[in-house]
Antibody
Framework: EVYMVASGGGLVQPGGSLRLSCAAS????????LNWVRQTPGKGLEWISY???????HYSDSVKGRFTISRDNARNSLYLEMNSLRTEDSAVYYC??????????WGQGTVVTVSP | QSALTQPASLSGSPGQSITISCTGT?????????VSWFQQHPGKAPKLMIY???QRPSGVSNRFSGSKSGNTASLTISGLQAEDEADYFC??????????FGGGTKVTVL
């Protein structure tokens, strides 16, 4: 069965840090391009970071310099280190694998709430 | 990059067809054959329905079809069914390297 499961969300104060994890199974993880996408009721879906199968990395302007994406192919896991969190980072965070420039596999989301 | 523009809501009766538009710019929708469409039911993760403007993944009903003209992409749902009631989002790869999403369209089956 193909799946991705995100975890690590929670409540954190502004300026704080959080590390999200995403466990994957059922597909060739090491050969896949991976992303983090977040969703809020107000702003909808927002792509925030990509790590290719060759470990090339890209970020959206909204998180560049604050968030770090990484992957561990031996553990079939994707990570997102989030620092200097702001209230506007509150969202449901999804991990997703892309192919043919589309997000073909989505994990269940994990909720991040940034609040005093 | 700015979000793509979609209508906030659309509705139709069972059996009818509806078309959701998604307008971007020459830096995203108009530049690449990389528009995708997602269906999302409440509390669930998005599901890919169309990729590369017009391609349908295995397992997706042929009632769903995609098209594009210039900077505007469209998703058509034919033979509307109750289970099609959901939110629909368009997405495009954008220059130089990003993905941008539409604000979403809530489809109601009357």
């Amino acid at each position: 069965e193909v799946y991705m499961v995100a975890s690590g969300g929670g409540l954190v104060q502004p300026g704080g840090s959080l590390r999200l994890s995403c466990a994957a199974s059922g597909f060739t993880f090491s050969g896949s391009h991976l992303n983090w996408v977040r969703q809020t009721p107000g702003k909808g879906l927002e792509w925030i970071s990509y790590i290719g199968s060759g470990f090339n990395i890209h970020y959206s302007d909204s998180v560049k310099g604050r968030f770090t994406i990484s992957r561990d192919n031996a553990r079939n896991s994707l990570y997102l280190e989030m620092n200097s969190l702001r209230t506007e980072d509150s969202a449901v965070y999804y991990c997703a694998a892309d192919r043919d420039w589309a997000f073909i596999i989505w994990g269940q989301g994990t909720v991040v709430t940034v609040s005093p | 990059q700015s979000a793509l523009t979609q209508p906030a809501s659309l509705s139709g009766s069972p059996g009818q067809s509806i078309t959701i538009s998604c307008t971007g710019t020459s830096s995203d929708v108009g530049s690449f054959n990389r528009v995708s469409w997602f269906q999302q039911h409440p509390g669930k993760a998005p599901k890919l329905m169309i990729y590369e403007d017009t391609q349908r993944p295995s397992g997706v009903s042929n009632r769903f079809s995609g098209s594009k003209s210039g900077n505007t992409a469209s998703l058509t749902i034919s033979g509307l069914q109750a289970e099609d009631e959901a939110d629909y989002f368009c997405c495009s790869f954008a220059y130089p390297f990003a993905w941008v999403f539409g604000g979403g369209t809530k489809v109601t089956v009357l």
